[in-house]
């Protein structure tokens, strides 16, 4: 079974500069759907999507650059080293200063970083149309469940808006 984005669709929506095809190890991308997409989407929504992608064409115009962004993150160490029986070797160009630990770090956080608005996109995006993608469950998606205000982390359990937009903490304290 072909998998919903291809290897040089991810290259196209992750990197500035074409790499190899060969670069990006056959079972990445699917690695990285089910552990990125699948808790934003869903077990069964993301299935589906999985199975079917011709019926979510739309949707995939926010997949792709989610799912990219974060096989990039994945395969960065992989693209910065090459493992043989000599044992792990970093690569250096001609003409080209080699590219630092902490470069490598810095780029896979900021790749880290674009993943993570994109995912958020795709979230809210799915959130406003919950008609026309039924099986998706807002509830079940992690970022859903707690807020973070100022460093502390609060559960969303329970909380409830009124029609105003205000939290109504009317149930707070019954158990």
């Known amino acids: 079974m072909a998998y ?26 699917e690695a990285c759907g089910i552990r990125f997409l699948m808790p934003i989407l869903g077990d069964d929504f993301y299935d ?9 064409v739309e949707l995939k115009t926010y997949l792709v650059p989610v799912l990219a962004n974060y096989v990039r993150y994945e395969i960065l160490p992989n693209i910065y080293t090459e493992e043989s029986t000599a044992g792990l070797n970093q690569f250096t ?33 799915l959130e406003d149309n919950e008609v026309s993608y039924p099986l998706y469950e807002s509830a079940k998606n992690p970022q859903n469940r707690v807020t973070i205000a100022g460093g502390i982390v609060f559960d969303n359990a329970g909380v409830v808006i009124d029609e105003e937009g205000y939290y109504n903490n009317n149930n707070l304290g019954q158990y």
Request: no cysteine.
């Open 48 to 56: 589906a999507v999985i199975f079917a992608p011709a019926s979510y």
């Open 4 to 29: 919903f984005i291809t290897k040089a669709e991810v290259i196209a929506a992750a990197w500035s500069r074409k790499i190899e095809e060969e670069k990006i190890q056959d079972d990445y991308v």
């Open 93 to 125: 160009g001609q003409n080209k200063r080699p590219a630092l630990q902490s470069d490598l770090e810095a780029l896979r956080q900021a790749t880290l970083v674009v993943a993570g608005r994109h995912g958020e996109r795709l979230r809210k995006y």
